[in-house]
């Protein structure tokens, strides 16, 4: 985009029965600063939520379009929802918010101006703040590992500070924000449906990675992320969250490991597992690596996911 255009940019607001985390993304994205260099539409796409949110967006006088999938499609497919809706209007960019965060008035521009600086890199993400204590971070970009579970997030918990503060290529940025490039998911194409929720965004980059596009971690833009709030809290160690993260790092090893590092996750699985569930078993949250095991276990036999086990249906 040249400095003297003004980039088209939709933010995609992900709603799955969490209507005040959505409208409080919302109010965020009314309030940023675009600095004349965009115009930001917002959408928000209902994931087949138990209450309808457009009579709440009404009332709060916003322009904000809505898309309704009629049945939770997970992160994956709810937001492709919305991709396309994008895409199809025309959108320079696409900004993927998760609804349990708030963007800070400077978010956007920052971006912006690394899409403008970096032409070959294909998503930008934002520092990420802990909503409970916003002088630390919940993460700023992540890793793959190959070890049990797959990813490290840099910056987990760590102080805000300098070390944060600038611009930098990365392997993945989390899914909690992320501001495509148009050109670049067209390309690329939108999130793997298989995955449904979780490591969605660390198969994206790889597959960008592929196709020669970077994705650029970018510290001057801000968002506060209410860790978790979609799947019981930060501190809450089972539920669908453990089971979609096992279940999709067997998805992922097998579209990108190569031998060795599909042999390092299983061996670091067999070396740990045993004692993660003793420790578990001590603070009783034995149920959460029993859910974890049945994830590995699904994935390994091809076995469909358990939506409506895992309340997610």
Request: a positive charge.
């Amino acid at each position: 985009m040249s400095s003297r255009q003004l980039a088209r940019v939709t933010a995609v607001v992900l709603n799955w029965n969490g209507l005040e985390d959505t409208l409080a993304c919302v109010r965020s994205l009314f309030a940023v600063d675009l600095e004349g260099a965009a115009v930001l539409d917002v959408l928000v796409v209902d994931n087949g939520s138990r209450q309808c949110p457009a009579t709440a967006l009404r009332e709060m006088g916003a322009q904000v379009a809505i898309v309704f999938t009629g049945r939770n499609l997970g992160y994956a497919g709810g937001n492709n929802a919305g991709m396309r809706y994008a895409l199809a209007r025309g959108a320079d960019f696409v900004w993927v918010i998760n609804n349990d965060a708030v963007v800070e008035p400077r978010a956007l521009a920052p971006l912006l101006a690394a899409a403008e600086g970096a032409p070959r890199a294909g998503v930008f993400g934002s520092k990420i703040l802990r909503a409970d204590d916003p002088s630390r971070l919940w993460v700023a970009w992540g890793r793959v590992t190959w070890r049990q579970s797959l990813i490290a997030l840099e910056g987990e918990n760590a102080l805000d500070g300098p070390a944060f503060d600038g611009e930098r290529d990365v392997e993945w940025i989390p899914g909690c924000a992320l501001l495509f490039r148009a050109r670049t998911l067209r390309e690329v194409g939108l999130f793997d449906e298989a995955f449904f929720a979780y490591h969605e965004d660390v198969d994206w980059a790889a597959r960008a990675r592929r196709a020669g596009w970077s994705s650029r971690y970018v510290g001057a833009s801000r968002v506060v992320h209410r860790v978790h709030g979609s799947s019981g809290g930060a501190a809450f160690y089972g539920g669908f969250r453990k089971y979609l993260s096992a279940r999709n790092s067997v998805l992922y090893a097998r579209k990108h490991g190569r031998p060795w590092q599909i042999a390092l996750m299983a061996l670091c699985i067999a070396v740990t597992l045993p004692l993660q569930f003793l420790r578990r078993a001590w603070s009783g949250e034995a149920a959460g690596v029993r859910i974890k095991i049945r994830g590995w276990r699904d994935a390994l036999a091809g076995r469909p996911l358990p939506l409506d086990e895992l309340g997610l249906r």
